[in-house]
């Protein structure tokens, strides 16, 4: 079945199994977040994939790839050695930088889980029949859990405007969600 793909995906995206070594020297390392991402294959693999992001946004967008670096430094910085907080970090400037064009393997597959949303939220929407609407919706919602599940939440539309019918919040674009705990 389709959902438990998409589940298995999820999952395959928010903990990598590709192991890699930082981008920086380890032996070098010295301050505590540092160390957790040289104590951990995961951490060391997230934080070599958002270098080689950094990277390739810098090509053509050097200022855009400052943007999303700086305020992810600071919060990793921010994090000491807690390896849950700089994972978070970690996810949250990579998943920026594949926003702001960088490509992967996990890119295409992020990019692919938001089109099934985004047919399945159309066919919830649209259907008036009573088998079909339900399936999308339900289909719709999985997903959703899916991408907040790897760290994407929903963009929203006309939030300036706190009297806002809920129908025209529409949630249709995925942005990596923002964790206001993580800034300074």
């Known amino acids: 079945m389709k959902a438990v793909w998409i589940f298995g995906l999820a999952l395959s995206l928010a903990q990598p199994v590709w192991a890699?070594?930082?981008?920086?020297d380890c032996a070098q390392a010295t301050k505590p977040y540092e160390l957790a991402i040289c104590d951990s294959a995961d951490l060391s693999t997230l934080e070599a994939a958002g270098a080689e992001a950094f990277a390739q946004v810098s090509i053509?967008?050097?200022?855009?790839?400052?943007?999303?670096?700086?305020?992810?430094?600071?919060?990793?910085?921010?994090?000491?050695?807690?390896?849950?907080?700089?994972?978070?970090?970690?996810?949250?400037?990579?998943?920026?930088?594949?926003?702001?064009g960088a490509r992967s393997d996990q890119a295409d597959a992020m990019d692919w889980l938001i089109?099934?949303?985004?047919?399945?939220?159309?066919?919830?929407?649209?259907?008036?029949?009573?088998?079909?609407?339900?399936?999308?919706?339900?289909?719709?919602?999985?997903?959703?859990?899916?991408?907040?599940?790897?760290?994407?939440?929903?963009?929203?539309?006309?939030?300036?405007?706190?009297?806002a019918a809920t129908t025209t919040l529409l949630r249709e674009h995925w942005v990596p969600c923002f964790y206001p705990e993580l800034q300074n």
Not at 20 to 24: A, I, Y
Not at 66 to 83: E, F, H, T, W
Not at 117 to 146: F, H, I, K, Y
């Open 115 to 163: 089109a099934d949303w985004t047919e399945a939220n159309a066919t919830c929407r649209e259907s008036s029949d009573p088998a079909v609407g339900p399936q999308a919706c339900s289909a719709r919602n999985l997903l959703t859990v899916q991408l907040h599940d790897i760290g994407l939440c929903e963009g929203a539309y006309n939030l300036d405007n706190p009297d």
């Open 20 to 24: 890699q070594e930082p981008s920086f």
């Open 60 to 100: 053509d967008h050097a200022a855009a790839a400052k943007a999303i670096a700086r305020p992810a430094l600071q919060a990793r910085r921010d994090c000491g050695a807690d390896a849950e907080c700089i994972a978070d970090v970690l996810m949250q400037a990579l998943y920026s930088y594949w926003a702001a």
